[in-house]
Structure formats: C-alpha cells, structure tokens
C-alpha cells in the first residue's frame, strides 16, 4: 500500500529533474565567442639622463583608443603594460636608479633601485567611452615612470637610461564560428611626454 | 589429526600478528639538531669560494633496526646577500648581482643549488640537502655503514658570485644547521645522539 502511494511522486520528481536539466542546458549560453589580441611592442620610451643637476625625470605615456578593432571589436578589455629598461653608466663607480611606476587606478605599482636593467608589469585601465572611442569622452589609459638618482652626491658623470613597453589589449565579440583572431596592431595613439 | 593442525595455525597468526609490534610504529623516535653555524663570504667581484663543514652524529644505539638507526637526516642552508655599504639591499626592490651557491653532502645522493634572485630577499633563499647516507658495507666510503655508533657528513658550500661590476661589493651569509631522526628500534633504550656541526 505505501508502495503504490509513493510510485507516482517517484515519477514526478523524476519527471521534474529530466524538464529542469533540459531547461538548464536549452538556456545555458553558448560558448559561442571570438577573442581578439591587440599587441604593440618594443615602443621606444626614449633616453632619460639622470645628472646632479638634473637627479629626477618623470615620463608621463599616454594611451588613447581612437577606434574599435577589427569587427567593430573593443580592443582594450584587460590591457597591460609592460616596461623594460638598461641603465648605462659612463664609470664603474656607478650610482643606483630608482625606477617608480605610477598608475591612475593603482598608484605607485612597484620602486626598484637599479644598476643595469628593470622591468615592470601591471594593468592599464582605459576610461572614456570605450564601447565607441569616436565620441564622447576619449577612451584612454596613462601611466608614469618616474627615474631619480638614489643618492645623487655619487653620481659623477650622468647616467643613462634607455627603455621600451610592450602594450597589449584584448576584446571578444559573440560569433557564430568563435576563433582566437590576432595579435592586431591596437588602434591606439601613444603619447610620451617627460619633466 | 585436525587439532594439532589448527592448533599450529592459531600459533603460526598469534606470531604473525605480534612480531611487527616489537618497534612501535616508530613513536619513539627522537629528534636531534645541531647549528646554526654562519659563515660569510665576501666577493668584491666576479669570483669563487668554498667552505667545508663536518656533520657527525655520535652515540647511536649499538644495535640497529633492520632498516636504519638514522630515519632521516639533513643539513639546512639558508643564504642571505647584501651589500657591504649602503644601500645594504636584500630587500626585494634593490638590484644585486646573481649568486650561486651549492650545498654538497661528501656520499649523498643530490646536491642543493640556488642562485639569488636580481631582486633578492633577505631571509627567503634556504634548501637542504641529505645528510647521512645509509651503507651496508664496511669498504664503502663517505656513508654511515650499518650499525655503526658514529657517523661523519663532511660537507662543502661553494658560493660563485656570477656577476661583478657595477654591482658593489657584497657579502654572502651562509647559515648552516643539520637534524636527524634517530629510532633506538629494536631495542627500548633510550637514545641520547648527538649531533654537532663544525666548520673544518
């Protein structure tokens, strides 16, 4: 008798789960999307000269989108920067070089003091109107390299400092045949501008 | 016929069962340390240096388990590198020059290398390496051979500064200390090794 009573609530809760997983799997979104990379490397970032007295040089760099990639595709979700650089002394007496990288959105990423080489890394966040960078408000990101002499009393002839980035950005757009399509050359102007 | 038969058997499983439980799973095992011993090396420059430690454990049990009165055993190095003047560095944010160090045991299996990050941090470069080698027999050389009370680790720490100029002079710390467990298995006695660590 209890078995009778419990054989059809088996069958619904049954019945339920077989409609539920089809519902689930008929509205679960497909991944149905193409990616897009947008990379730019090696730009040169110039020649900084540190001296006595001149012991202090900020580069300000400037990104701004000016259109949108491929297939009207954004190109800079996720953008990141990364910096690398030599320093050359004219003697072997040399004097260490405080590299500080300055974000808007993250302030001071990372100071290191160094003698030959640095490199760096971190996200660039653009702001502005990046779904259409044609109007409105421009779509750009910035960031600033500041150079400074760690004590400037030893520094006897100047030292130099020659570095490069590497910008890279990325986009996605729904497609029926989803691909990975690039590295494309980003659609972006960079400017460089050093006190 | 079939009395004496089981009777051999329930014997024969009460040995079995009982014969393991002579050492007890190892719970009396005891621990002894030794260091830590520091040493410093200064390069100007480019260049190579090495430093001979000995590691000896004494008064082990004068009966062995079947395996090893030595359970386990290692030398530990940590390696710090700064600079003579300031800045001092080591701080993760200050450049220093690449240096390798390698930590061989004379008769161990493998040999602990490392070589300082561009970005070193004080505290945070340490390795280890086997200390005392297991030998059956007697001929072999650089090993602990079985049941011996005393047991001798000669040890080398090279440290090669890869890079020279224009990165100042700099001073390698070299932090040496040594552990082994030690069972008194299959005998209950109590072990009292001891274990020292001297450079040579």
């Known amino acids: 008798m209890i078995g009778e009573f419990h054989r059809p609530r088996r069958w619904l809760v049954s019945g339920m789960l077989v409609v539920c997983s089809a519902a689930l799997l008929a509205t679960s979104p497909p991944d149905d999307t193409s990616s897009y990379t947008f990379e730019r490397l090696g730009i040169d970032g110039g020649r900084v000269e540190l001296t006595r007295d001149r012991p202090t040089v900020s580069v300000f760099v400037v990104i701004r989108a000016d259109a949108l ?7 800079t ?13 004219e003697t072997d007496d040399a004097s260490f070089v405080r590299v500080k990288l300055v ?18 890394e971190t996200a660039l966040s653009f702001d502005g109107n990046c779904a259409d960078p044609t109007t409105g408000d421009a779509c750009q990101a910035r960031f600033q390299l500041d150079f400074s002499l760690v004590d400037e009393s030893e520094a006897a ?7 490069t980035f590497d910008l890279r950005g990325w986009g996605q757009k729904r497609s029926e045949n989803p691909k990975n399509l690039g590295p494309f050359d980003p659609p972006w102007t960079v400017e460089i501008r050093s006190e | ?8 058997l329930v014997g024969w499983m009460t040995c079995g069962c009982t014969a393991p439980e002579l050492c007890r799973g190892g719970d009396n095992r005891s621990s002894v340390d030794a260091g830590p011993l520091s040493e410093t090396v200064t390069f100007d420059d480019v260049g190579f240096a090495s430093r001979h ?15 090893a009165a030595v359970v386990e055993s290692s030398i530990g190095l940590g390696v710090d590198v700064v600079y003579q003047d300031e800045p001092k560095g080591g701080d993760g944010k200050t450049q220093m020059p690449a240096v390798e160090v390698e930590l061989s ?36 050389v650089d090993c602990c051979v079985f049941g011996s009370t005393e047991c001798r680790a000669p040890i080398t720490v090279s440290v090669r500064r890869r890079e020279g100029a224009p990165f100042p002079p700099v001073d390698v ?11 008194p298995c299959p005998l209950e006695e109590d072990v009292k090794a001891r274990l020292t660590l001297e450079a040579e």
Do not use: K, Y
Request: net charge negative; hydrophobic share 45%.
């Open chain 1, 69 to 75: 990639g491929p297939d009207q595709v954004s190109s």
């Open chain 1, 77 to 89: 979700d996720s953008a990141r920067v990364a910096l690398q650089g030599v320093v050359t002394h």
């Open chain 1, 103 to 120: 974000t808007p959105s993250s302030g001071t990423i990372g100071t290191q003091d160094v003698l030959t080489h640095f490199e760096n």
């Open chain 1, 157 to 163: 002839t100047p030292v130099l400092i020659d570095w």
């Open chain 2, 1 to 8: 016929m079939i009395r004496p038969l089981a009777a051999l």
């Open chain 2, 53 to 67: 430690f000995v590691a000896t454990i004494q008064d082990l049990p004068r009966v062995w388990d079947a395996e």
């Open chain 2, 105 to 140: 045991v004379l008769g161990a299996f493998e040999p602990f290398v490392v070589v300082t990050d561009s970005f070193h941090t004080v505290g945070t470069v340490s390795g280890h390496a086997e200390a005392f080698r297991i030998c059956d027999d007697a001929d072999d």
């Open chain 2, 173 to 183: 710390s070299l932090s040496l200390t040594a552990s082994a467990t030690v069972t």
